[in-house]
């Protein structure tokens, strides 16, 4: 089985929502990858590393709203596109001194943070 495509229903503080979680299975390399990675953390930790675990370390499962109208594929290479956008800026916190911009106006935000990019 190599895609997963479950609709349903969740409750949480009284309400109810639609949910969709999908999973698919990471090539074997990357699977391999992802359960040595695992393994190290929790032997680091000085846990045992469960059987769940390893098995979901090979996978990449997402849950979300959208319903029906996009594809299981679709909805990965958005979170897929999302995920390295969070790591740019990850990287920028990491390795930029980042300061709060006080503009007044757009243009202004703009200006600022493109010297910002240049510096």
Sequence with gaps: ME???VFGFCKYKGKTGFVRVIAHRL???QA????KRKTRKDSKNQRQIQAETLL????????????AEYSGEEILHLYRSR???ELLFKRFRQNFLIH???AG???YAETETL???II
């Design 3 to 5: 895609w997963i495509d």
């Design 27 to 29: 090539p074997d390399g």
């Design 32 to 35: 391999a990858k992802a359960g």
């Design 56 to 67: 979901s370390a090979g996978w990449i499962t997402v849950v979300t709203s959208p319903g």
């Design 83 to 85: 995920w390295q956008a």
């Design 100 to 102: 709060t911009i006080k």
């Design 105 to 107: 106006s757009s243009a």
């Design 115 to 117: 010297l910002w990019l």
